[in-house]
């Protein structure tokens, strides 16, 4: 196949990419989405303070252009995201307590029954564990409404929209040995021995130098699929550039192709310029919307699939 969907098809896998509204009248942009992706996730536009911005008021305007378009194009769509402690409303950074956890229930139900019928895979939960080598969860308001605030946030999202995968999503979790994917494995072993409905795990991997492809990447998403889910990467985007960039982006898609539950693929923006990083090359088309070498590793590898 001579694109990235049309390659990661042959093995019954999607390839997807984080897209920004607001660039969507930029048509080498779009060109490049429409072309090369077969599912789409909102940057920034289905988070809680761009759906409710003041409480129960809420706003799909700019979601919806991304929904649309996808849907439009017959692209699925991965939602992103209902609950995380970051980019929440000011009105909802400042609740503790019941009251926050209702606003949050509330925020669940009512995004996923918006879009119910239209997202493939729902990021219920995101970024809930903490860095370093506690293996404890990350501190923040939801938190600190108890320790149930996650699982209760999954069954509120499962009675919402029943057909959506429900996935929990979070960074630092690719390498096996890490505190923190031991803590997320553990996590999901337990809801799955107690019936939380939980059908996914996202691997954002965002890599960099400080954050290297692991060795033993195919190891950890397989432990994760043998406990009875799927797993995605969800956000995914390399530093670097040339062969060693390239070399990294294969090894990444090698070990989701070695992972029968390994369901796709989403890089985090389309062009290098597009990338949420402030400075380097991380993603697979250059500023101009060319093919990088990492481009044709990808392809390549989806292709002898
Ligand atoms: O749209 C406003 C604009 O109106 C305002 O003038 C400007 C001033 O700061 O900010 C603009 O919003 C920015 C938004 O991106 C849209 O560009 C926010 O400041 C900025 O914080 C926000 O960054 C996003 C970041 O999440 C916030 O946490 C990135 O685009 C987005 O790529 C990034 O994505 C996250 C995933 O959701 C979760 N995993 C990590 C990943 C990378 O950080």
């Not at 003041?54 to 439009?72: G, M, S, W």
């Not at 970024?127 to 506690?134: H, T, V």
């Not at 996935?167 to 072993?189: E, F, G, I, L, P």
């Amino acid at each position: 196949a001579t694109t990235l969907a049309g390659a990661a098809n042959i093995s019954g896998r999607y390839f997807g990419v984080a897209v920004a509204a607001g660039r969507l009248s930029d048509s080498t942009y779009t060109g490049i989405i429409g072309r090369e992706f077969d599912s789409v996730t909102a940057e920034n536009e289905m988070k809680l303070d761009a759906t409710e911005p003041n409480q129960n008021q809420f706003t799909f305007t700019n979601a919806d252009r991304i929904v649309n378009l996808a849907l439009q194009q017959g692209k699925k769509v991965r939602g992103h995201t209902l609950a995380w402690h970051s980019q929440q409303p000011g009105w909802m950074a400042r609740m503790e307590g019941s009251a926050l956890r209702q606003a949050m229930l509330n925020h669940v139900t009512r995004v996923a029954t918006y879009y119910r019928g239209k997202i493939h895979s729902w990021d219920v939960v995101n970024e809930a564990f903490a860095d370093g080598s506690s293996g404890a969860r990350r501190d923040s308001n939801l938190q600190r409404t108890g320790n149930d605030w996650i699982e209760a946030a999954f069954r509120a999202a499962r009675a919402a929209d029943p057909g959506a995968k429900l996935c929990y999503n979070d960074y630092n979790t690719d390498n096996w040995s890490h505190a923190k994917t031991q803590a997320v494995y553990r996590m999901v072993q337990d809801f799955k021995a107690r019936g939380v409905p939980i059908d996914c795990v996202g691997f954002q991997a965002h890599f960099n130098s400080g954050n290297p492809v692991p060795s033993n990447y195919h190891t950890t998403l397989q432990n994760f699929a043998n406990l009875g889910v799927d797993v995605q990467i969800t956000e995914l985007d390399i530093e670097g550039s040339g062969t060693s960039q390239a070399e990294q982006y294969r090894g990444v898609t090698q070990a989701c192709l070695a992972v029968s539950r390994c369901t796709g693929i989403t890089v985090w923006g389309v062009r290098d310029t597009d990338s949420w990083r402030s400075y380097g090359t991380p993603l697979l088309f250059d500023g101009s919307g060319n093919k990088k070498a990492a481009y044709h590793a990808v392809l390549e590898t989806l292709n002898a699939a």
